[in-house]
């Protein structure tokens, strides 16, 4: 496994990182405990040493699920988590109401620490900005734990250039994890060029399109009730059909490379800038096969500029979130 080094921070992870939220959450029911835990060493196994989670994934459920996992290996992972929101009512994302007070993230690191079984957060994320406190405050709270020994490097994430600046001027920011993929391209505008500029490194989540761009949903997909795309503006069964261009493009690269869809889209990612880690997530050991066989594939500047031209072309239909989900992103 390549390894990448995640801006100016020296932090080293696995090219292709693991988000485990869809183990435990959002994703349907959640799926069994031993085989999750079989799944996460086997990517350690593979060389995969980056593991994103938040507590508010179960909440707590899926920080518990890594500490297990991954104590037998901890000196040869980097696990990311997150703070940034009450944990109580439903458990959603969203539905619990942003917090991002100082006390409040120190106890959140506190119980993190105890459910990862750890005595350092490597990367400490703020999950969603929250206007309500000021973001010198937040990066003041971390530094702290920093100085404490109890967080290694500090993260943002869906942060707008602007708070990335000033908390950045508090703290130095390891990483901005943001959704960033062929189907969603708007930090390629300011986002991405600001943390050259800075040197901090871009985690994309979803970069898979939350499913999408590997071609294994569509129009007719019937997504349950515990599945949180059902409340997606971009899974409606119209914007899917408007939208399988998006696979359809990568359908013809990948006949061309040997290579699935979902390995061109990783691969681009990954050809965007050497300090880019996409963490796809799966709950399937072929597929996390799959994924990681994208880091060895090579996209010409012939092909990157074909998928360029024909992206191009294809304008994506549906809102990525809900209103309101939405809203808590480029702040």
Not at 4 to 25: I, Q, Y
Not at 31 to 38: C, F, L, S, T, Y
Not at 232 to 247: C, D, G, H, Q
Request: hydrophobic residues 40%; contains cysteine; aromatic residues 6%.
């Amino acid at each position: 496994m390549q390894k990448r080094t995640l801006g100016k921070s020296h932090l080293e992870v696995s090219a292709l990182g693991l988000g485990c939220m869809g183990m435990s959450f959002s994703y349907g029911a959640p799926k069994d405990k031993k085989e999750m835990i079989a799944l996460i060493r086997a990517a350690v196994d593979r060389g995969i040493t980056f593991f994103d989670t938040a507590e508010v994934y179960g909440p707590y459920t899926n920080e518990e699920l890594l500490g297990e996992a991954l104590a037998p290996v901890r000196e040869r992972v980097v696990i990311a988590t997150k703070f940034g929101f009450n944990t109580d009512g439903d458990g959603k994302p969203g539905a619990q109401s942003l917090n991002s007070r100082p006390e409040h993230i120190k106890q959140v690191a506190d119980a993190s620490l105890q459910r990862l079984r750890t005595d350092a957060i490597d990367l400490f994320y703020q999950h969603r900005v929250d206007t309500e406190v000021p973001i010198e405050d937040v990066a003041g709270a971390v530094k702290e734990l920093i100085q404490a020994g109890k967080v290694r490097h500090f993260g943002l994430s869906e942060s707008g250039v602007e708070t990335i600046r000033r908390a950045h001027a508090v703290q130095a920011v390891t990483a901005l994890q943001s959704e960033y993929s062929l189907w969603w391209r708007k930090p390629e505008a300011e986002v991405i060029p600001a943390l050259e500029e800075l040197g901090i490194g871009l985690v994309p989540y979803s970069p898979l399109g939350k499913g999408f761009l590997t071609g294994k949903i569509d129009e007719n997909t019937k997504l349950g009730s515990n599945d949180f795309r059902s409340t997606l503006p971009r899974f409606t069964p119209e914007a899917m059909k408007a939208n399988w261009a998006l696979v359809e493009l990568l359908n013809a690269m990948a006949k061309k490379k040997n290579a699935t869809p979902a390995q061109i889209a990783l691969a681009w990612l990954l050809a965007q800038k050497p300090w880019i880690v996409p963490i796809p997530g799966t709950t399937k050991l072929p597929r996390l096969e799959e994924n990681i066989g994208a880091v060895a594939l090579e996209l010409t500047a012939h092909d990157l500029s074909e998928i360029r031209d024909a992206a191009s072309k294809i304008t994506v239909q549906g809102a990525r979130y809900p209103e309101r989900l939405e809203a808590m992103t480029g702040r």
